[in-house]
Every structure is written in C-alpha cells, then in structure tokens.
C-alpha cells in the first residue's frame, strides 16, 4: 500500500472529475440531497460512481488502492476495478465477523454496526478509491472498523476523521494516510512498520488483517516477482557496458516508482540490501526458488 | 538409556497425557500395533508437533524433570510454575513419570527397564520437586561417565565465549545432568562453544579429537564444513568458496552449532577411551529443532540427525511443516488445545511421509481439509506471523514447497555475491 504522489487536495479532485465528467458532480450533489432528506442511501435507478472511476484509475496508476495489484487499464481493464467507498454508504456491519477465515480478534473495540451507514457520503468524491474484487468484493463491503464510537451523521469526512478513529488506512488524497509510516515489509511479509506506536500500530495491524495482506497468495508471488526483477537490475548494474548500466538504473527506479507493481514492498526491499545484506540475500534466494519450481536452476 | 513412555498429569496446562516413544531397536509392541511399515525409516526420532503455546515443550520439559528428579534437590533446578492453574477447584500437586531402557551403558544389563517418578508439590507460593522412585541406579549419580547419557536444548539456546574457568564455575553451580538440560528450563544460559575444550583434544586425544570434526562435518549442512582451523581463537568454516569464522557465520548455523557442539562436548566427556562416540546410546531433546534454520534445511535436519547419530534417543518439537514431511507418523505426536483449554496428544492419523507441506498442511496433521482456500489461508497466516516474528522465509518456504511438491532436493546455502554486495554499499 502506498500513497500516489502528489496526494491531491479536494479541489484538485473536482478539477479531474470536471474534466472527465462535467455534469457528474451537480447530479450528485442533488442525489445527496436526496438521501439527507431520507437519513438513508437509497438508489432505486443506479447508482453513477462508476461513471468516474477512470479519474481514480489514473490517480493510481491502475492498481489496487489497497494490496497494489496492478489491474486492467481503462480501455480493456475497466471491469477489474471496483469503486470503493472508503465509509460504507449502506450500512455498517461488524468486523471481525465470527465467520471470517483466517480468524482475527483483537483486544480492542472496534466500533458498533448500524442500518444506515455513512449514507451522506455516497458520492462523495473523497471517500473514494479504486480497488480490486479481492479487497473490495471479498474484504471489505460493508465493514468499517473504528476505535471507539462513530461520529454522529451527517459530517463531512475531515470532521469524521477527527470525530471517530479509522482502524482501517485510507492512503488517498491529502486527507489520507502515508501508508508507508504504518506498513512496511521483510522480504514478501506486510509488517507493522517499527516506528508506528500506540493507535498507529493498531491501526497498521487491522490493515493488515482486514486485507489479509500476507494470506493472499496472488499478492506474495507479486512481491516475490518485485523482488527478483529488483535484484535482477541490481545485477545488471555492475555490467561493463555503461549502456546497459544507465538501461539497469532507470530500471531500478521505476521498480521503485508510484507507477510499478508493490511499490511498498520494492522500496522496503532495497532498504533491506542496504541495512542487512545477508538477510537480503536470504529472502532473495528464497524468491529464486518459490518462483521456479522443481529441479533447481543452476545460478 | 533410552525413554519408552512418557505420562504426566497437572503439568502446566496439561490435564494429563501420555505417550509412547520410538527408540532404536524397540520391538513393535501394543503401542505401536496400528504402524504398518516397522521399522518406522528413522526409528530413533520423535517429534511433538504443534503451535506456539501449544504445550509441546511441556512435554519435553517432563522427560528433563523426570530424569533429573534423583538428584533435583542438589541440581540447581528451582521448579517454578510447574503446577496446573485450575479455574475451578484447586490442584496442588503434578506428576511425571519416565519408562527407561537400560544398557551396559548404564551400568545394567542391556533391555533392563526402570521408571523415574517425580511429584511436584506446592506449599504456600513455592513449588517442590519430589523423586517418587526408590529404583537404586549406582551410576546415575557418576559425573564422569557417559551412564545415563541424555541432554535437552531449550528455544533461548545460544553459545557465547566460554572460557576454561567459566566451565568449572558453571560445574559448581549446577549438576551435571542438570546443565545438561538447563536451557530447557533457564533462558538465555550459554552453551558450551567448541572452542572452550575442542582445540585442547587436538593434542591430548588426536584419536578422538578426528572423530569430532568428522562428525561435525556429517552433521553439517550441504555447502558448509568445518576447518577444525582456529584463528584468533574462533574455528573457520569453508562457506562455499570462502573460509569464515564461527562469529560470520548467520544466525542458522550458529544456532544449529551452538547446541550441538555442546552435545559433542558432553558425549565426549562420557565416553570412555578407545570408544566410538556414534556408539553412545542416550537421549537428546530440542526444543524448536526448526529455530532459525534455513526453509531448504529444514527438510534434511532431522534425517542428518538421526543417521548420523543413530545409537541415540531423539525428541524434537517444531511447527514446522517442512520438518513434518521427512518423517512418518509413527514419529510425530500433535499437540492440540482440546476441550476444556487442555492440550490434547494424539498421533496424526494420516502418513505424512514424502508428502510436499501443502499437503501437510491440507492434511488431519494440521486440521485443514482438502478445499484449498481460504483454510490454506489460515495456515499461511501462521506462518506469515512467524516471519513478521523474525522468522523470515517461513511465509516464502511455504509457498515454494506448496509449489514445488515434497521431492526437492534441499539447495546449498550461498555467500552473499559480489554484484549484491556492490548494491548494498551504494549510497
Ligand atoms: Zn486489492
């Protein structure tokens, strides 16, 4: 998980949307009169959120808000994306749900559900974010856990943010969280990032959790994937041919771009060559070999 | 001296439980009536499997406690918290009792049998450690001999710097047969290194001196040996190419070396002159035979052991499924929460053998069955949490040997090379 850079501000957000949809923002805001008037979300003739989704494909370079898969892109991929509504626009269920595999439970409330949701935020642009079927479909639905008990509705989302206490990260946009003080990574594993205490260590460790970032094994040969193309270019780079040198190092930092797949977890990799070769060296062996099965290549 | 049975009753969380353990040369008696293929491939190993918590070392910490209950009150063992906490009622004794084979090892004919029994009691905040057995054993109270021969290494296991002096304060602090499992039950007590006593056998006792370092060299992993070289007072390993000392070597191998050259240390002390040190008959425990050892090892550690060493007793635990598929199931004992938040023992009811560990994992081993998904899942956020732990690659061996099937060979371990290296140094 990573935050796009730059974040955008709201306006910066209606700008895009203007752009692409440029009635799309006043027939929303008459929806959401409606359903302030109703104290519930209710769309008896379709909802219009899909209508956008391109804007927040770009932001993202067409990955998963969420695990950094990287999906289809506009033309063919579109159908890959769900629009994700960060708060819930229906209702609010509890989560961990006794059902949910692997099980989880925490020593901490982790907020009450309701009928209603946070119905007023429906089309509001900033509670949204693409995100795959696997984080949305499957994960996320109609969960919101919070610390502590939910704001009162209808408040805008900086009020709420202040008012109640996410556990889940939310890394789009200027009022949403640098991922990258929460999360980090040993090789392919999610890991509560050393420096995040108190409510930020929950709150990475519930992300974690609640996407099941090290039980999907689609996301860890991803990483895996990351890691062995990163060390690949590390290879290249010490090749005689200066050409194929400055080829390795444009390379090297794309890998570790925004734009590339498990941005998180290449840059977290990196680090670790730097600070712990012998570590390094370890987990990249043990890339090697789950990526090529069978009778081990000679090296 | 092997361990035939093992029972113990209010021991921690435990209940009560019991169980049979393999020994080189047992007959195929009552215990193991149901194994269809006897001898078991490595018929001196046992393995108590199961999760952190699970109480499997507790199972190991009994056999120590048995063994060592003839001379605990002058052993420098202090019991602590051995007494089951009831929710209900109140328990206030615990009990554990140990059936041994015998050899003229021990001073006895070979096949006798003896039982050690030990209560443990609790008056007021203080537990006591009771011998319940009045069975006369003359050579158990040696310290010199290689009688009554078995060691237990515990999870805190490390060696550090030891020297000479050291060696004879620790002896007056603690019995022999105690140090000999007191990591099982003390964290953080230092083992004995190899270079506290092996460089003075090199001259007094070349003979046995050679049998050391070939037996460390078929103990060793593929792609590293042991020099039998000092330099500035730590013995060189080849490492691939490369020759480096014990301190550059990664935490995997030094775990694996620490308790064993203590294990080499005390077998060597034993043995009586002119013997082969493979012949020694006794018992070794390990708790965590798994502990920071490479995925691809995983999978040979405990068949090394057992070959090399195969006059002796082994019982291990892990949570490893890697370590799970090189055995069978007359090895391995699950240790589970049952009801009533006691730990339950029972033999897997599937073979486990050759089986790749996604099998294992998918197998009754585990508890999962065959739908993949999502307890797969489960399975592998247990492993993901061991390497969030430290434990890095647990969460990638998996996946690799889910994928690669159970036959892969075991890789070699591998210096880190130079274009790694060079990327690491760039500012
Ligand atoms: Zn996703």
């Keep these: 998980m990573i935050r796009h850079q730059p974040p955008l501000a709201r306006a910066d957000l209606e700008a895009r949307i203007d752009a692409r949809a440029p009635a799309w923002r006043a027939e929303a805001a008459k929806r959401t009169a409606t359903f302030l008037t109703a104290g519930r979300f209710a769309e008896p003739n379709g909802s219009i959120w899909s209508d956008i989704k391109p804007v927040y494909m770009q932001l993202q370079y067409n990955k998963c808000i969420y695990c950094e898969r990287v999906l289809g892109a506009e033309l063919t991929g579109k159908a890959e994306h769900d629009v994700e509504h960060f708060r819930p626009k229906g209702q609010v269920k509890t989560w961990p749900y006794a059902s949910r595999k692997p099980s989880v439970s925490y020593d901490f409330p982790t907020g009450t559900p309701n009928k209603t949701g946070y119905y007023w935020l429906a089309y509001d642009i900033e509670n949204y974010a693409c995100s795959c079927k696997g984080c949305n479909s499957d994960r996320k639905r109609d969960y919101f856990p919070i610390l502590g008990p939910r704001a009162a509705a209808p408040t805008d989302i900086v009020s709420l943010n202040k008012a109640e206490q996410p556990l889940l990260l939310f890394p789009s946009g200027t009022i949403g969280d640098d991922p990258a003080r929460f999360i980090t990574f040993l090789g392919v594993v999610a890991q509560v990032h050393p420096a995040a205490k108190g409510v930020d260590r929950l709150r990475a460790q519930v992300t974690i959790d609640f996407f099941s970032l090290n039980d999907r094994e689609e996301l860890l040969a991803d990483r895996a994937r990351v890691i062995r193309e990163l060390a690949s270019k590390m290879r290249q780079l010490q090749d005689k041919d200066p050409a194929w040198r400055a080829a390795a190092q444009q390379d090297l930092e794309q890998i570790l771009s925004d734009a590339s797949p498990q941005a998180a977890c290449a840059r977290a990799y990196a680090e670790l060559v730097k600070t712990d070769v012998q570590k390094a060296w370890e987990i990249y062996q043990d890339v090697q070999r789950y990526l090529s099965p069978g009778p081990r290549r000679p090296r | ?427």
């Design chain 2, 1 to 427: 001296m092997y361990v035939r049975h093992l029972e113990i009753r209010d021991l921690r969380a435990f209940r009560s439980a019991a169980v049979d353990l393999l020994y080189p040369g047992r007959e195929q008696d009552a215990a193991f009536e149901e194994v269809v293929r006897w001898p078991v491939r490595l018929p001196n190993v046992n393995v108590f499997l199961g999760n952190n918590g699970s109480g499997k070392s507790t199972l190991l910490d009994a056999v120590a406690l048995a063994l060592i209950s003839p001379l605990v009150s002058s052993s420098g063992y202090r019991p602590q918290s051995l007494i089951r906490r009831a929710s209900r009622g109140k328990v206030d004794t615990a009990e554990m009792a140990v059936d041994l084979v015998l050899h003229e090892q021990d001073g006895r004919a070979d096949g006798d049998l003896a039982r050690l029994a030990a209560r443990v009691e609790r008056r007021g905040a203080i537990e006591f450690l009771n011998p319940m057995s009045s069975v006369i054993l003359d050579r158990y109270f040696e310290e010199k001999d290689s009688s009554f021969f078995f060691v237990g290494y515990g999870a805190s296991r490390r060696a550090e710097a030891l020297s000479a002096n050291d060696l004879a304060t620790r002896r007056r602090a603690r019995a022999v047969r105690y140090e000999r499992v007191s990591t099982l039950f003390e964290d953080h007590l230092a083992l004995v290194p190899l270079n506290a006593w092996l460089p003075g056998w090199a001259i007094e006792n070349p003979g046995r001196h050679k049998q050391v370092v070939t037996l460390l060299n078929k103990l060793l992993p593929p792609g590293v040996t042991f020099t039998g070289e000092l330099e500035a007072g730590e013995y060189l390993y080849n490492f691939r190419s490369l020759v480096v000392p014990y301190t550059a070597l990664s935490d995997g191998y030094r775990a694996y070396l620490s308790w064993v050259g203590d294990l080499l240390y005390h077998l060597c002390m034993g043995a009586p002159s002119g013997s082969k040190l493979v012949d020694s008959r006794g018992v070794i425990m390990v708790d965590e035979i798994d502990l920071h050892i490479h995925p691809a090892w995983q999978r040979s550690i405990i068949p090394t052991l057992s070959r090399t060493l195969k006059n002796m007793q082994f019982i291990f635990t892990t949570h490893s499924p890697l370590v799970v598929s090189t055995i069978e199931r007359a090895n391995i004992y699950n240790v589970e929460m049952g009801p009533r938040a006691t730990p339950k023992v029972s033999r897997p009811a599937q073979e486990t053998f050759g089986l790749s560990a996604d099998q294992i994992l998918r197998s009754d081993v585990f508890g999962l069955d065959s739908t993949r998904d999502p307890e797969f899942a489960e399975k592998l956020r247990t492993l993901s949490r061991a390497a969030e732990q430290g434990e890095s690659g647990a969460a990638l061996a998996f996946l690799r040997s889910a994928s690669a099937g159970g036959g892969e060979p075991p890789p070699e371990p591998s210096a880190v090379p130079d274009w790694f290296q060079k990327f690491s140094d760039r500012s």
